[in-house]
């Protein structure tokens, strides 16, 4: 029943590696996005991404890369981590003229070591 | 572009008392305004939104007040219980800039 379902919700792994954290909603909605939030609960938009359109936050390093394989997913890959990368990650999606703003995910917590 | 501030960090009130949880924003153009709560180890959680078009909206327990002439925003919740204890955050325009976060904590 989970309306916006990310896993794995820990992911700690070595610097330098690939790892990718899965993102899913069952409500319909036609656009999804991932957020990034710091250790002082500082919440950043990286992407928001619909069947039309990739919005990428230029301040994103290109090590970042969503993937979207149908419209309830949206994945986010991430290349040679780095240490600084740790921080919990959010998925969420929302409706174009829907209201309730968006639903978000419970987190990734992502610790790279 | 948008920035958006909140004026306390973390906050304390005795429980049954009101609170009140303020949030500035920078674009008078702004339209839309929401507030969101996160309990620990959650992801954030919808409250209460506001259009521009309103200077006031009331939920369970929750009004939100916008003040366009001064880019204000706030989030009172009337007699605030322990389980009202988290991270709220205002967020700004459709594509959601968000706030630094104020935490509300509730003394019993």
């Known amino acids: 029943d989970t309306a916006v379902s990310q896993t794995p919700k820990y992911l700690v792994t070595q610097m330098g590696n690939d790892k990718s954290i899965k993102c899913e909603q069952n409500?319909?909605?036609?656009?999804m996005y991932w957020y990034k939030q710091d250790s002082k609960k500082f919440l950043k938009i990286m992407f928001s991404y619909n069947n039309k359109e990739l919005i990428i936050n230029e301040t994103v390093p290109n090590r970042f890369s969503p993937k979207s394989p149908d419209k309830a997913h949206l994945n986010l890959h991430i290349n040679s981590l780095e240490l600084g990368d740790s921080a919990v990650y959010f998925c969420?999606?929302?409706?174009?003229?829907?209201?309730?703003?968006?639903?978000f995910g419970s987190g990734t917590r992502l610790t790279v070591v | 572009g948008e920035s958006v501030g909140l004026h306390l960090p973390t906050l304390s009130v005795q429980e049954g008392d009101n609170s009140i949880i303020n949030c500035a924003y920078s674009n008078s153009a702004s339209d839309y305004f929401i507030w969101y709560k996160q309990e620990s180890g959650k992801g954030p959680q919808f409250i209460i939104d506001?259009?521009?078009?309103?200077d006031k909206r009331q939920g369970q327990r929750v009004t939100v007040l916008l003040n366009k002439t001064v880019k204000h925003l706030s989030l009172q919740i009337a007699a605030t219980q322990p389980g009202d204890s988290a991270v709220y955050f205002c967020a700004v325009g459709w594509t959601l800039t968000f706030g630094g976060g104020t935490r509300l904590m509730v003394k019993p």
């Open positions: 409500l319909g909605h036609d656009t």
């Open positions: 506001i259009r521009s078009n309103m």
């Open positions: 969420a999606s929302s409706q174009e003229g829907g209201d309730y703003g968006y639903t």
